[in-house]
């Protein structure tokens, strides 16, 4: 059965967009997924189930909308995915943490950095259906101006490769 790794977006540890992780395991028990296992209260959440990725995607993001008044978006990848998401990223000299992969849910156009405005030198390279950039400084104060991250949902590099662990350690 494959391994799927969601990433919630605008789902955050207080305020709006809260939501249990506790709450987030028992909605993905309820829609049939199983061996759930949630990481860090930012929306990430591991499971297994027969069903396509886009059915998978489609049916949390449906449950989910129902629980929190409207669909947060959902970005599901499989494990072979987030492997190859980890092994590909660039800017090799960049902190983990200062080093955002940018999910989206559908491939981004050819044209999606080009009207990027980085002040703080931050960097962007293009991939599948991510995005990864680099902040410099970090991203807290950046005033990096991206029009195709919009729908996205992002995690450092470091919340990643903690996630491609943890698929890993479930095909054990």
Do not use: W
């Amino acid at each position: 059965m494959p391994i799927y790794i969601a990433l919630l977006r605008a789902v955050n540890v207080g305020g709006t967009g809260a939501l249990p992780m506790t709450e987030l395991k028992t909605i993905c028990e309820e829609l049939g997924f199983t061996d759930v296992k949630t990481y860090i209260q930012s929306g990430n959440v591991l499971f297994r189930s027969d069903e396509s990725e886009t059915a998978v995607e489609e049916k949390l993001d449906a449950a989910l909308g129902k629980t929190m008044g409207k669909r947060p978006g959902v970005m599901v990848r499989t494990r072979k995915e987030l492997d190859a998401i980890v092994a590909d990223a660039p800017f090799s000299d960049a902190k983990p943490n200062f080093l955002l992969v940018y999910f989206l849910p559908e491939r981004a156009p050819a044209d999606a950095l080009e009207n990027m405005v980085a002040p703080d030198g931050e960097e962007a390279k293009l991939a599948a259906r991510e995005i990864y950039v680099h902040y410099p400084n970090g991203s807290g104060r950046s005033k990096l101006k991206l029009p195709a991250l919009k729908p996205a949902t992002s995690r450092n590099l470091n919340t990643v490769r903690k996630l491609a662990e943890m698929a890993a350690a479930m095909e054990r």
